[in-house]
Every structure is written in structure tokens, then in C-alpha cells.
């Protein structure tokens, strides 16, 4: 089977830091989580659109009411106190998420795959589709820094989905594929 050779491991994926990625313990929750859970991620294609960067305390304060890209957060275990507060500001990816002008107005689109539409799920993929997403995939695990067997993940992902009783389940052929490319990393 050919995989894309658009990506090798040698050629190495810039980090991005993403002030409130939280990377789960049990491999087996890291898809679930970090992509598929996380609305800074094409749903289509699985490409990291944007990420959070700390934002000023005392700017969150008076203005994050009225700025859309910044989030007020209490950590785990806070009072509601004005103190306790932070402030995380949702950075695009430059060049990853485009204005479209439509009948409906203004859009986004993902320069990945083209979707309008980058937090909806789609309809399940084709076995073929769904291997390069995974390779997209890859490169989104390898920018949150999370440690993996690439080649694993991307033949495993299209195995998963030629049986029928996965094929209808996008969701559980990428979060098994990704637990399993996770822990033959680890077991190097
Ligand atoms: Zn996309």
C-alpha cells in the first residue's frame, strides 16, 4: 500500500502550543479529546485550524464581553471571583481558515479540504479518504507534541474501515488506531 509521501517523519512538524491542551493520560482518549472533542480542529480533514494563547488578565476583565476570540475560564476547583479568572485568546493558523463570501454572508473555510462546514462531522468516509485524513491526522498529533507510530496509524485506519462492522464508525476506526499508533510509540 503507498502512503502519501507528501509526509515523512523526517521531515519534522513545527510545535504549536496551545495554552489549554490538556493531553490525557490513557492514549485511548486522545482522539476523543484532542481532535475530535476540540473545536480548534477541522472536523473534515482533522487539521489543527487554531490554538489558545494566554491573553492579558486585566484586558480580559473589561473587554471579553464584547472580543468573540476570547474565553473566560475558572480553572477546576475555583470560586466565580473576578481573581480566579483567565483569559485565553483563539488564534487562527495562518493560512489554514479563509473568508468565503456566500448567499449566506460571511464564512470560514479550511484550506485543508475546502469545508464551510469545519466543526461538523461529516458522513462516514471511504477507506481510501479516510487514510489520508489519517495522515493529516498524524501531523496534527505531531504538533501537539503527542508521540506516535505514523505509518501504524494511517494503515490502520483504512484496515479498520474495510470491515463492515467499523466502516459505518469513523469515530471509534480513529480513536482505536490513534490508541494503538500512541502505544507502539511507547513501547519503542
Ligand atoms: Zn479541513
Redesign the pocket.
Known amino acids: 500500500m503507498a502512503i502519501s509521501n507528501t509526509f515523512t517523519t523526517d521531515r519534522p512538524v513545527r510545535r504549536i502550543h496551545d495554552a489549554r491542551l490538556e493531553v490525557p493520560d490513557d492514549p485511548g482518549q486522545v482522539f476523543e479529546e484532542l481532535i475530535a472533542g476540540n473545536d480548534r480542529v477541522?472536523?473534515?480533514?482533522?487539521?489543527l485550524?487554531r490554538h489558545y494563547e494566554r491573553f492579558p488578565w486585566g484586558v480580559g476583565i473589561k473587554h471579553s464581553r464584547i472580543l468573540a476570540f476570547v474565553d473566560e475560564v475558572l480553572p477546576d476547583g475555583h470560586r466565580w471571583d473576578l481573581l480566579n479568572r483567565e483569559y485565553f485568546e483563539s488564534v487562527r493558523e495562518p493560512k489554514?481558515l479563509e473568508h468565503a463570501y456566500t448567499e449566506e454572508g460571511k464564512e470560514s473555510?479550511?484550506?485543508?479540504?475546502?469545508?464551510m462546514s469545519?466543526y461538523r462531522s461529516p458522513p462516514p468516509r471511504s477507506a481510501d479518504r479516510a487514510r489520508d485524513v489519517a495522515v493529516?491526522l498524524s501531523v496534527t498529533l505531531h504538533e501537539f507534541g503527542i508521540a506516535h507510530d505514523w505509518v501504524h496509524l494511517a494503515k490502520r485506519v483504512q484496515e479498520l474501515k474495510q470491515r463492515p462492522e467499523m466502516a459505518g464508525n469513523d469515530f471509534d476506526c480513529f480513536s482505536q488506531a490513534t490508541e494503538e499508533a500512541i502505544d507502539r510509540a511507547g513501547s519503542k
Open positions: 477541522c472536523q473534515e480533514c482533522y487539521r485550524l489554514r473555510y479550511c484550506t485543508g479540504c475546502g469545508t469545519p493529516q
